[in-house]
T-cell receptor, first 113, second 113 residues
Framework: AAGVIQSPRHLIKEKRETATLKCYPI?????VYWYQQGPGQDPQFLIS???????DKGSIPDRFSAQQFSDYHSELNMSSLELGDSALYFC????????????FGPGTRLTVT | GNSVTQMEGPVTLSEEAFLTINCTYT??????LFWYVQYPGEGLQLLLK?????DKGSNKGFEATYRKETTSFHLEKGSVQVSDSAVYFC????????????FGEGTQLTVNP
């Protein structure tokens, strides 16, 4: 079965640079969630989209922005990167009318040096 | 607000030992409850879930019962294997669709042969 795809899987950036993370949800899933997991920490919700509109917003810094495109894939744009942004970024998707189950991608590991 | 509290880790067991990982939650209404597992270097996988009081979720020998009276969702397994070594996250989701997951701190389980 198709799963959530995230790219790239690993990314190394320097401070003050920008990064773009991509997420391709499971086919026919219309809701996408982004989570950030710092080293040794639990995942923290950043933002979500339903039918290309922002549906919920969590602890996402103003330096970050995200959107969902017409093909339902989503991109998380991160600017002015800081050392503290080093983390594992997960995308999850959920289908319409499903039992509210979120399926997670493998994550993108971002390292800021 | 919503929150999830897990027992402190790490937990180290011998193969075939009994496992309990405690999880309690604070939430308004009737959230859905989940256990996710994260193997080293991988993303989050849904292990089991329960959507209403007294429901029992089960998968791969793991079980957890939604106890509203004690606001708990403890994870149990009768006989652990080395391959169960991973980080386990308890999570909740409000009853409204599309809502974010709120995770506990995670419990690192190591099973020795």
């Amino acid at each position: 079965a198709a799963g959530v795809i995230q790219s790239p899987r690993h990314l190394i950036k320097e401070k003050r640079e920008t990064a773009t993370l991509k997420c391709y949800p499971i086919p026919r899933h219309d809701t996408v969630y982004w989570y950030q997991q710092g080293p040794g920490q639990d995942p923290q919700f950043l933002i979500s989209f339903y039918e290309k509109m922002q549906s919920d917003k969590g602890s996402i810094p103003d330096r970050f922005s995200a959107q969902q495109f017409s093909d339902y894939h989503s991109e998380l744009n991160m600017s002015s990167l800081e050392l503290g942004d080093s983390a594992l970024y997960f995308c999850a998707s959920r289908g319409a009318g499903a039992s509210y189950e979120q399926y997670f991608g493998p994550g993108t590991r971002l390292t800021v040096t | 607000g919503n929150s999830v509290t897990q027992m402190e880790g790490p937990v180290t067991l011998s193969e075939e030992a009994f496992l309990t990982i405690n999880c309690t939650y604070t939430a308004t209404g009737y959230p859905s409850l989940f256990w996710y597992v994260q193997y080293p270097g991988e993303g989050l996988q849904l292990l089991l879930k329960a959507t209403k009081a007294d429901d029992k979720g089960s998968n791969k020998g793991f079980e957890a019962t939604y106890r509203k009276e004690t606001t708990s969702f403890h994870l149990e397994k009768g006989s652990v294997q080395v391959s169960d070594s991973a980080v386990y996250f308890c999570a909740l989701k409000r009853e409204t669709s599309g809502s974010r997951l709120t995770f506990g701190e995670g419990t690192q389980l190591t099973v020795n042969p």
